[in-house]
């Protein structure tokens, strides 16, 4: 009697200890030891090593003892996604680089919604604005523990300083700026839009900075929705814009073509180049291809300046990032999210990617980021003020719309727009792609449009 009744204990504080109250349910969940998850992820290259690292740090805490799988398939990730869904056989969790496809997955009923998952600790610590990109009819389903600000210019410091360039405070000074330095015989851009399978996104960029600033948000609000059509003459005015600043780089288009957007940056350092418009994760790719420049000596950055549409006023904020969503409610998911959401792991993960912008509300930028030897970041804590202290504050557009046509068309048409090809045709068929792919908005086809 005795041994059965031990055994009985036994059995039963083997139960208890599997036990784990997640912070934010207030329940019991069971958990088993040594719980493994799988990760698929868009991440590459260095940002895959730095993102695997954040999960063994993740591991060595894990009180559970869960483990993570990462599996990484480059930008072919809404592909697989769609092929493992449809096959029952989804990951765990993953990250989305374009919200739109996060709330296509969504409303397709394939993600759980993880506002229960979270604790009341670390949901308090996400920005509003973030917790509202991840939100879809109602439930949350994405948080994005790391972003981006796009809106910069980065420069090379001593040929301004050199030659009195001035800083540009509008988006016509940022033009005769450009005109003044190509008249010096200096080719005044860098631009590269080759990435692969994703070529063409940092065009897109260009053309959403360029959105907000000569046509405002409820503009671009109504271009990412689709309420106006591609076909609209102001959409023809971007693509025009951005060949305009892309005729003014190194190499004209065919470079701008062939150049992979990592490398573009290095025409500062090596003469081809003094302006190159991109995102704060660039910096990583700066720090890594040119180990001996200074960050404030060797280059700076300017934010890109106030278009029309501001009437003076501050320019406004595009930003980016990845959010991380659930397809299983797992227990080690629901540890893993709260600890992605955490000051302690966005800590570590800034540290190990210079120029990526933590979310949580609790850090401070002034003491948070620091460069290799210590000395602050002062780039990077500017640009994570000026991201979540904006008036005017958009997310990448092109990753807000269904994938089909933000990573799809859309992409296409800025590889079309630079290779020569007919601007009205590129619009007609990024347009007839748009009336397939959204599934509400007021898409009316090729409207003022002839040529369709």
Same mark, same amino acid.
């Given at each position: ?40 992820t868009? *991440? ?16 060595d805490q ?11 398939? $480059? ?37 759980? +919604? ?15 604005? *973030? ?7 109602g ?8 972003a ?21 405070q ?32 940092? $065009? %897109? ?7 907000l600033?000569?046509?405002? +948000?409820? *503009? ?16 023809? %005015?971007?693509?025009?814009?951005f ?18 957007? $990592? ?11 003094v ?26 950055? *300017?934010?890109?300046?106030?278009g ?16 991380f ?26 540290l ?6 933590a %979310? ?25 003020? %000026? ?31 630079l ?18 792919a ?13 040529n369709?």
């Amino acid at each position: 009697m005795q041994t059965k009744r031990s055994g009985l204990l036994l059995a039963v504080l083997a139960v208890l200890g599997a036990l784990l109250v997640l912070p934010g349910s207030g329940t019991a969940t069971a958990i088993l030891q040594g719980e493994t998850i799988t990760f698929v992820t868009s *991440f590459e290259g260095d940002e895959l090593a730095d993102f695997k690292r954040v999960v063994r740090a993740f591991e060595d805490q894990s009180p559970s003892g869960t483990k993570v799988i990462v599996e990484a398939v $480059g930008r072919n990730l809404p592909q697989i996604l769609q092929t493992r869904v449809a096959a029952g056989n989804p990951p765990d969790m993953t990250n989305f680089p374009q919200p739109g496809a996060m709330v296509e997955f969504a409303r397709s009923g394939a993600l759980v +919604p993880i506002d229960e998952m979270l604790s009341r600790t670390v949901l308090s610590q996400q920005p509003k604005g *973030f917790l509202d990109l991840g939100t879809v009819d109602g439930r949350l389903y994405a948080i994005t523990p790391i972003a981006s600000l796009k809106s910069l210019v980065w420069y090379h410091k001593p040929t301004f300083e050199e030659r009195g360039y001035p800083i540009p405070q509008t988006y016509e000074e940022l033009k005769a700026l450009t005109e003044r330095i190509a008249a010096d015989g200096i080719s005044p851009w860098c631009i590269g839009v080759e990435s692969g399978a994703a070529s063409g996104w940092p $065009g %897109t960029d260009w053309m959403e900075d360029i959105a907000l600033r000569l046509y405002g +948000p409820e *503009f671009y609000d109504a271009w990412v929705a689709h309420d106006i059509p591609w076909t609209d003459p102001r959409v023809k %005015t971007l693509f025009e814009e951005f060949l305009y600043f892309a005729d003014n780089a190194f190499g004209g288009r065919t470079n701008v073509l062939a150049t992979n957007f $990592g490398d573009s940056p290095n025409g500062l350092f090596d003469g081809s180049c003094v302006m190159h418009r991109q995102a704060t994760f660039i910096r990583d790719f700066i720090q890594r291809q040119n180990p001996d420049t200074v960050a404030g000596v060797d280059y700076d950055v *300017f934010t890109f300046p106030s278009g029309p549409a501001q009437d003076g006023g501050p320019p406004p904020a595009l930003g980016g990032g990845d959010l991380f969503a659930a397809f299983s409610a797992k227990p080690g998911v629901a540890e893993f999210l709260n600890y992605i959401g955490s000051a302690e792991a966005q800590r570590l993960w800034i540290l190990l990617n210079p120029g990526r912008i933590a %979310t949580n509300t609790t850090l401070d930028p002034d003491v948070v980021y620091v460069n290799a030897d210590g000395t602050p970041d002062t780039i990077t804590a500017n640009a994570a003020k %000026t991201l979540t202290n904006a008036e005017v504050f958009r997310f990448d557009g092109s990753d807000l719309m269904p994938s089909a046509v933000g990573a799809g068309t859309f992409w296409t048409a800025v590889l079309d727009a630079l290779s020569g090809k007919d601007l009205d045709q590129i619009l007609c068929e990024v347009e007839a792609s748009a009336d397939e792919a959204y599934t509400s908005g007021a898409a009316t086809g090729p409207v003022g449009n002839e040529n369709c």
